[in-house]
T-cell receptor, first 113, second 115 residues
Framework: NAGVTQTPKFQVLKTGQSMTLQCAQDMNHEYMSWYRQDPGMGLRLIHY???????DQGEVPNGYNVSRSTTEDFPLRLLSAAPSQTSVYFC????????????FGPGTRLTVT | GDSVTQMEGPVTLSEEAFLTINCTYTATGYPSLFWYVQYPGEGLQLLLK?????DKGSNKGFEATYRKETTSFHLEKGSVQVSDSAVYFC??????????????FGQGTILTVHP
């Protein structure tokens, strides 16, 4: 199993540009989520999904969109990038019947200039 | 809301020294508690967990005990190695929270172990 994979690893955007961060998992986990990691702040939840076709907002959803058309994929879209979105983004997945153990991808480092 | 507070870092130790990283939490109900480790350039890996009071999680020589009376989940290791150098995150999951599956993280503690 590849686990949770994310692409790209690094990305530089100009303010106002759009892009999609990709996340995929091959463990057949129902639950997937996106976090952002900022220095001194730990990780904060952006959006999550408990299954295909179902998404919901986390604690910092503004400026981000998600969709979940398949169990495997959970892309994160930035519609109009802002410097405040400079961060490291992590995708995670979890089996709903587990003891809440989440598996994280390697991350995408995004810089918005 | 829920919150997790970790000891300020960075922590610098010599090889074979004893490690403690303090973690305290605030949450309603009975959260599950976790320690995650992030090695340089990598994502987070689950290190250990405890799901109820007085449970002890352990893995790779690391241990942490869920203390409800002190709302703490301190990470300990008796003899650290250079390969333990990483960032350590304490986190909680509260099934009664507003966002299902949300992990609430502490700010992370950077550990550097010198030979």
């Amino acid at each position: 199993n590849a686990g949770v994979t994310q692409t790209p690893k690094f990305q530089v955007l100009k303010t106002g540009q759009s892009m999609t961060l990709q996340c995929a998992q091959d463990m057949n986990h129902e639950y997937m989520s996106w976090y952002r990691q900022d220095p001194g702040m730990g990780l904060r939840l952006i959006h999550y999904s408990v299954g295909a076709g179902i998404t919901d907002q986390g604690e910092v959803p503004n400026g981000y969109n998600v969709s979940r058309s398949t169990t495997e994929d959970f892309p994160l879209r930035l519609l109009s990038a802002a410097p405040s979105q400079t961060s490291v983004y992590f995708c995670a997945s979890m089996r709903l019947s587990s003891s809440y153990e989440q598996y994280f991808g390697p991350g995408t480092r995004l810089t918005v200039t | 809301g829920d919150s997790v507070t970790q000891m300020e870092g960075p922590v610098t130790l010599s090889e074979e020294a004893f490690l403690t990283i303090n973690c305290t939490y605030t949450a309603t109900g009975y959260p599950s508690l976790f320690w995650y480790v992030q090695y340089p350039g990598e994502g987070l890996q689950l290190l250990l967990k405890a799901t109820k009071a007085d449970d002890k999680g352990s893995n790779k020589g690391f241990e942490a005990t869920y203390r409800k009376e002190t709302t703490s989940f301190h990470l300990e290791k008796g003899s650290v190695q250079v390969s333990d150098s990483a960032v350590y995150f304490c986190a909680l999951f509260n099934a009664g929270g507003t966002s299902y599956g949300k992990l609430t993280f502490g700010q992370g503690t950077i550990l550097t172990v010198h030979p």
